[in-house]
Structures are given as C-alpha cells and as structure tokens.
C-alpha cells in the first residue's frame, strides 16, 4: 500500500466523505445524492456489480473506505450516462465513478488484474505514442496481454469482427507498421506532462 | 349583458375552488360585497373530482354541500362561472378588473331536467373524469354541480345537434345567441385562488404513461373509484376492463426531481396512503405495493400511515422505480432496486398508479396581473403584491386542511384593506 494512501488515511480520519470531496473528481456531488435508487435500478451493468452507484454512495457516507476503494464496482461503469439521465437530484454519477476508479488506482488500491484498468492502461500508452488511438495495435495489445497462447486465441476468436472493420475502413492493417499520428506529437506529450505534474503536485502535500 | 354591482370595497375572489369558496364566503358573511369568479361552469374545483378525503374517508361532497349552501343564502356573494379574469389595472384600494364570460347558452330557466342532454348525440372526452368517460354536448359538468345548470358545448353551435338541444327544453332556458362579453369590475382588493394541476405524466419517460395503459395517474384514480365516475367506483384494467386486485403506487411521480417539478407536492403520500384503502376495500384479496423514497405523512397523518402500514396486503418497497415495461398481456412491469437489502426487482402488477404531483393551475409569464411567484411557480407572499393575495394550492402544494386555512388568512388580508378604503372614504 502507498504512502499516499497512508497519509489520506491519516488526514482524513472519520470521513471517508470529505477525503472522497476534497480529491475525487465531482466528489462533492456525492453529499447530494438522496438514496433513492433510480441510478442502481437503471444501471445496465449493474447485475454484474458488487455495488451499484447508490450503494457506493451510502458506502462512502458510512465511512467504509476499504471496501468501496477496493472494489471492482466504479471499473464496470461502461458511461451509458442512463443514471445521469434519470437522478433526480442531477448528479454526474458516470463521472464520480470514474473519478472513484482513478483515485483508487492511485492509492494502489484498486483490484490488482482489474481487465478495465488494465485496457486503460493500454488505450493510454497507445494514445501517447502518436497523439490518436491506433486501434489495430490497441487490439491486439488487448488480445496478448495475457500472454503469446491466449492471444491467438483471442485473435483467432475475433477474426471476424477485425476482418469486417477492415471492410468497413474502420481499421487499416498497414497502421500495424507505424501508423499514422497528430501533426505535432510532442506538443501534445509536453501538454499532457504539464497536466500531470500540475495534478501530481496538488496530490504531493499528501504523498511521499 | 352581466350586471355586476361593485365598488372599490368590493373584494375579487378568483378561482372558485375549495380555497376560493373558503375565501369568498368568509369575506361575504362579514358583510363584504364579493365577486367570485371561476373559469369552469362549476364551483368547487379539483375537489369535487376527489372520491374520498383523507384523513377521515369522508366524500368531499358534504363539505362542498354546506358551502353551496353557504353560497345561495348569503346576498353579498356575487358568483359568476364560466368567467376568467384577464387584467388588472390601478392599485390596493382601486383596482379594476376585466371578466371574460363564456357563454353558458343556458341561462337561469335550467332546472337540470336533462332533456337536451338526451335529445343530443353528439359527445366528448368529459373533462370531469380526466378523459376517462365521454358526455354529451349538452350536459350537467357533475352530478354536484353549483349551479345545477347545464352546459351547452360550444363546438355544437351551428349544427342540427344544437337546434335539438333548444327543441328538446320546456323552460326555455337554452339561447343559442348567447355571446361572451367582457366586463369591468372595480375592486379594493383581490383574492387570487387559482389552485393547480396534476403533473403531466406523460412526460416521466421511462414509467410509460403515454405507452401502457395500465399506467395511470392517481387523480384518474380517485374518478375510477367514485361509483359515479367513468367505471361506476370498480377499479379496472383500463386495457381490458378486467379487476385489477393487484395495484403499484409510484410515489413522486414528477416531483421531487430536478428533471421535472423541485419541490415536494406534500400531498401524494398521504393520497396513496388514502387509495390503498380504495383497493383493500374493494378486494379482499387485492394486493398494494408502495414505492417510495420516503413517505411524508407528518404531524397527525403519522396515524394514517401507521394504519396502512399494519395491513396485511399493503407493502411498502423503499425505491423509486426505475423504468416500467409491459408484458405480452398487458401487465405492467416495474424495475428497480430495494435500497433496502439492494435487491433488484422486476415486479409484475395488473394496475399501476402514479403518484403524480401538484403545479401551479397558472403557468409562470401567464399570470394577467403582476405578482410574485417562486421558482416552482406558486405566489409568493411579498408586498409587491399590493392588494392582491395568495389562497390556498395558488400559493403552495397544500391539501385542504390547509388550503381553507390559508384561504380564510387571505379573506382577512383582503377585509384589511377594503376596510381601510372604507374608513378613508368615511
Ligand atoms: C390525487 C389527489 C388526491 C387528493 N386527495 C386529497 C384528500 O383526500 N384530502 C385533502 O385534504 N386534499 C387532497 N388533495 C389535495 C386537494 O385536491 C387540494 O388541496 C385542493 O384541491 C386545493 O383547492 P384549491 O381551491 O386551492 O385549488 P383547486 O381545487 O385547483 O381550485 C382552483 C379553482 O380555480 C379555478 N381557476 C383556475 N384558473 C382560473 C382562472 N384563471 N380564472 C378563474 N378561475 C380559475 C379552477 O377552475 C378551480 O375551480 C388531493 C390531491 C391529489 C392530487
Ligand atoms: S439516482 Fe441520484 S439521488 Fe438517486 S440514489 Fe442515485 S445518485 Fe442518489
Ligand atoms: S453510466 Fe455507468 S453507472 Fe451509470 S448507468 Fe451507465 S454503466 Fe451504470
Ligand atoms: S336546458 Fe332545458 S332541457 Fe336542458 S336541463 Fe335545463 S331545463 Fe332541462
Ligand atoms: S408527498 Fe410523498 S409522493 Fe408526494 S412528492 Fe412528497 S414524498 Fe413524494
């Protein structure tokens, strides 16, 4: 576990709440929420969760840190926006979750393996290579990154669907060597580093 | 054309609901010379759409019974239906109003024999049921009506169907050449009683009502179990007539929702609360379910609740519904999430009804006189008002308790300043 997740435990002893305001993306919103459940009972996904999004908000409230930054639930959000939609309190919910899913993630909290995070992972470093999504090799990164054998099983399982989105010119094979980017690459590398250092040094009162 | 007597100490009552009435009647029997004036051709206002009212489960019938009477012995009241008021010009103490006045084509003659009503064919959605039930085109609005006089429907004028009204009367009391008019009406002071109306439920997407028609709203509700309303007081599956025994209530339908109304309509809860009595009494094995956020029935109501609550065959889900869909016979299907425990549901019932909630009758921009109204739309209280006074549903979601308190503090705000006029003009 990291320092900063130490040293936010420490700050904000009793109230998971105000840390989760202070630091998650649209965090403050969650206060707001009025635990009627339209958001959990529209959620497509949300079956398949351990806690759909107002129990999440319940969980921060009753201070159950742990188990609300640990859980897989914020990483099933596939942005539907149907909850948003519906709440009748307005809250950007997609969004905290998000949000929640990346805050975790920073503390090491998040479920080691999480297949989600993981192809974010993959999307991001694709994406900074040329400035744009190369979506032949983000495929295939996908495909492998469980090994060499998988791999082809994944490919050989979703020949198909690359074949029809080469048809489609939705996906080019020559972008495998290469691949074409955005005009001025380093630019927008200098531009995303300046975010990042802006954000880690509002993060860095706090970790080591 | 209308003669109205009036003067600048002459208190205008507008809108002749519970609250209107209330205030028009208190006024009129300190001795003040009132106007009321009501857009329909009947008093009593949404009130007399109601079955029952909590929290006594009596008919609203009696109430307005005593205040109709109230109304023909006291000389002071003048009441004119049918009639709108579109402007108001001057100041506290001198006012004038403009009246439209629709015409009736019935004038005092009627003794509601109802012989036009059958010589008629023709007929339409009737207003009084929400849609739910047709009439004819000459026709008595309700069985209570003040005045007990018929109405002529003006998209009748010209036809053959009209000419057989007029034949059909002994008393002469139908004339086809009635005209609307406009009058002026000098005023001290104005009582502005307005009331409301349901929220439009086809607009809450997901719940179906303009989809299903076994969705429907919970004052279609009240006429459906009036056994003089559109089903004769039987509660039925609007799709195929069939009993509906197992009955959803969907609490703050439309309100509390930044999607659709901000406040909290305060009377929905205790409404559904009085409907599931509606189903358990007209079933012994009828089956309620309430979804709910959380249920407002304070002070005196808590008793109410407690009541409903020990029922057997009421249950109570801690959710608000998510979606509604429909099944192959009709039924609608709710979804959602029991925030209590987190259990998914996707429940099927034979009936379901939404707890819609109350907004201003008089849509923001459209009011014909300056006044102060709130982000919901209701009046505010605020002396840029003048001489011009909120009463009852006109100024808040009240039920009516409420409302004939509110209304009666009005009559005595508006008492104050025709008083004033009087002592100023000796
Ligand atoms: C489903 C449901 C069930 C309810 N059950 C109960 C119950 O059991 N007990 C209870 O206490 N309350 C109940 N209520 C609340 C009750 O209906 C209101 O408290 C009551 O109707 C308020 O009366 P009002 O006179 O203020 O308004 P209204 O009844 O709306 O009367 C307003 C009058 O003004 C007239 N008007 C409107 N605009 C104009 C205009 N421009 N010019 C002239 N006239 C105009 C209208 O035609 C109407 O006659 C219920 C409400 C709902 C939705
Ligand atoms: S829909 Fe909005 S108010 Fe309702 S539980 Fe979800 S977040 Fe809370
Ligand atoms: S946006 Fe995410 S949390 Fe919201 S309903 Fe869709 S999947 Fe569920
Ligand atoms: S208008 Fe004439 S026929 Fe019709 S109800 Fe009145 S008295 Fe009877
Ligand atoms: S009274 Fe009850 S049903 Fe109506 S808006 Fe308020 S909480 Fe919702």
């Known amino acids: 576990m990291s320092d900063l997740n130490q040293n936010m435990i420490e700050k904000y002893r009793n109230s998971f709440l105000k840390e989760v305001e202070a630091n998650v993306e649209e965090g403050e919103w969650v206060k707001m929420c009025m635990q009627c459940g339209v958001c959990s009972g529209s959620c497509p996904l949300g079956k398949h969760w351990a806690h759909p999004p107002q129990e999440i908000f319940m969980m921060i409230r009753a201070g159950q840190r742990e188990a609300v930054l640990s859980s897989d639930a914020m990483w099933m959000c596939t942005s539907c926006y149907n909850c948003i939609v519906r709440c009748p309190r307005e809250l950007p919910i997609t969004h905290i979750m998000h949000g929640l899913a990346h805050y975790a993630r920073r503390l090491g909290l998040a479920p080691k393996g999480q297949p989600t995070m993981a192809f974010a992972q993959i999307f991001w470093d694709n994406m900074m290579k040329a400035g744009r999504v190369n979506e032949l090799k983000l495929g295939l990164s996908l495909y492998y990154k469980d090994g060499f054998v998988q791999g082809i099983k994944n490919s050989l399982a979703n020949m198909k669907l690359g074949q029809n989105m080469i048809k489609a010119k939705r996906m080019n094979a020559v972008e495998f060597f290469g691949g074409h980017g955005v005009k001025d690459v380093s630019g927008l590398q200098k531009m995303i580093r300046k975010a990042q250092e802006l954000e880690d040094a509002r993060i860095a009162k706090y970790g080591k | 054309m209308t003669e109205v007597v009036a003067t600048n100490q002459t208190i205008l009552v507008v809108g002749g609901g519970i609250s209107g009435m209330t205030a028009a009647l208190e006024a009129a029997e300190t001795g003040k010379q009132v106007v009321l004036v009501e857009k329909r051709p009947y008093l009593g206002g949404r009130v007399s759409q109601l079955h029952k009212y909590f929290p006594k489960l009596c008919f609203p019938a009696c109430g307005l019974e005593i205040n109709q009477r109230r109304a023909k012995m006291n000389p002071n009241l003048t009441i004119l239906t049918m009639a709108e008021v579109t402007g108001l010009s001057g100041e506290a103490g001198s006012y004038t109003a403009t009246v439209k006045i629709n015409p009736r084509y019935v004038n005092e003659n009627c003794t509601a024999c109802g012989e036009c009503g059958k010589a008629v064919s023709a007929e339409f959605p009737n207003e009084f049921d929400y849609g739910l039930s047709k009439r004819k085109g000459a026709y008595l609005p309700n069985t209570m009506a003040h005045p007990m006089r018929y109405v002529i429907d003006p998209a009748m004028l010209g036809s053959d169907e009209a000419q057989k009204a007029k034949d059909a009367c002994k008393y002469n009391a139908i004339d086809l050449d009635m005209q609307d008019e406009e009058i002026s009406i000098p005023c001290g002071a104005v009582v502005w009683a307005t009331g409301w109306k349901p929220y439009d439920a086809a607009r809450i997407q997901p719940y179906g009502y303009d989809r299903f028609s076994n969705v429907i709203t919970n004052v279609e509700f009240e006429r459906m179990a009036d056994p003089s309303g559109p089903t004769g007081g039987r509660i039925i599956r609007p799709s195929d007539g069939k009993e509906a025994k197992n009955v959803a209530f969907i609490q703050c339908a439309g309100s509390r929702d930044r999607n659709h109304l901000l406040h909290c309509s305060r009377i929905c809860c205790m409404a559904t609360l009085k409907q599931c009595h509606y189903v358990t009494d007209a079933y012994a ?60 549901y996707a429940n099927t019932h034979d009936l379901v009804v939404l707890a819609v909630g109350m907004e201003p009758s008089v849509e923001a921009g459209s009011f014909p006189v300056p006044i102060v109204i709130n982000r919901e739309g209701f009046i505010e209280p605020a002396s840029e008002n003048g001489g011009v006074f909120a009463a009852g549903s006109a100024s808040d979601a009240l039920d009516v308790n409420r409302s004939v308190q509110h209304a009666t503090g009005a009559a005595l705000r508006a008492i104050q300043v025709v008083n004033r006029v009087a002592g100023t003009e000796g």
């Open chain 2, 285 to 344: 094995d009828a089956t309620v379910s309430v979804y709910y956020i959380d249920i407002r029935a304070i002070d005196r109501f808590e008793d109410f609740y407690a009541k409903v609550k020990a029922k057997d065959n009421v249950s109570f889900i801690k959710s608000k519904v998510a979606s509604v869909t429909q099944d192959k016979e009709a039924n609608p299907v709710l979804h959602g999430v029991n925030t209590e425990g987190y259990h998914r």
